[in-house]
């Protein structure tokens, strides 16, 4: 991403497209956290939007995992869930992760949230041909040679998630889509904060037009827009 980040700057057009070959220090929502790839093995990638005035960047990173579940499904018949906020998950274990940021215009600073014109960044990491995973991944993690048995073409996969990436972000029915691919519906959820101020806790129920977790609690329902979503062991 900071490859994009950079080509920007010098004036590169909205569609441009940065790939990489491997990946050390991957970067997820946590700094703290990295992400390893195998040379050549898995497709990685970082896609440069403009964004409308009014487009919700929370909602970003659903529709890119819409765009991945929906390749997915429709290339191999995997099925796969989006775990909210960037997390494309199949039968629990990770298959793909979503950066994404938006530079203001304006302000000249990167944030999830910013103030008008602004040029996103959607970071995607999809595991395909790498077959084994650290340990501390073990049960975790999981790729696409591994649960099909062989190895897919990376290039022919690129060209079809961005044209289910742009078809998505024309999609008016986006959470419908969404709704039954979207994980844990209907569990009981716990949603730390990022700044360290109080636990959510609820039912979840869905997510909002913008993109925020929809939780359920005493009746009401609740819009939140960050934090770690963990849920309740299931019976």
């Known amino acids: 991403m900071d490859d994009a980040q950079r080509l920007e700057e010098q004036g590169y057009p909205s569609g441009t497209v940065v790939v990489a070959g491997f990946q050390e220090r991957g970067r997820g929502r946590h700094p703290e956290r990295v992400w390893t790839a195998e040379p050549g093995k898995n497709l990685l990638f970082t896609l440069m939007l403009s964004l409308p005035d009014d487009f919700p960047p929370q909602r970003l990173p659903l529709l890119a995992g819409l765009a991945l ?20 998950l199949h039968e629990g274990r990770k298959l793909a992760g979503v950066l994404c940021l938006a530079r203001s215009r304006a302000l000249g600073s990167a944030s999830l949230h910013p103030r008008g014109s602004a040029r996103a960044f959607v970071g995607v990491g999809l595991n395909c041909n790498q077959r084994s995973f650290a340990p501390e991944l073990s049960g975790k993690a999981c790729s696409l040679a591994g649960l099909l048995g062989r190895e897919v073409a990376l290039p022919e996969l690129l060209a079809d998630v961005l ?31 990022d700044d360290g101020g109080p636990a959510l806790s ?4 869905g997510v ?28």
Not at 69 to 88: H, I, M, Y
Not at 217 to 230: D, F, K, M, T
């Open 69 to 88: 579940a929906l390749t997915v499904e429709e290339r191999f018949g995997l099925s796969c869930q989006v775990k909210w906020p960037n997390d494309l």
């Open 163 to 193: 044209a289910a990436l742009k078809a998505a972000l024309r999609d008016g029915d986006w959470r419908a889509r969404l709704q039954h691919r979207l994980y844990g519906v209907g569990r009981e959820a716990r949603l730390g904060q």
């Open 202 to 205: 609820g039912r979840l129920r």
């Open 208 to 235: 909002a037009e913008d993109g925020a977790l929809l939780l359920e609690s005493a009746g009401a329902i609740r819009p939140a827009y960050s934090g770690e979503l963990l849920f309740q062991p299931e019976a």
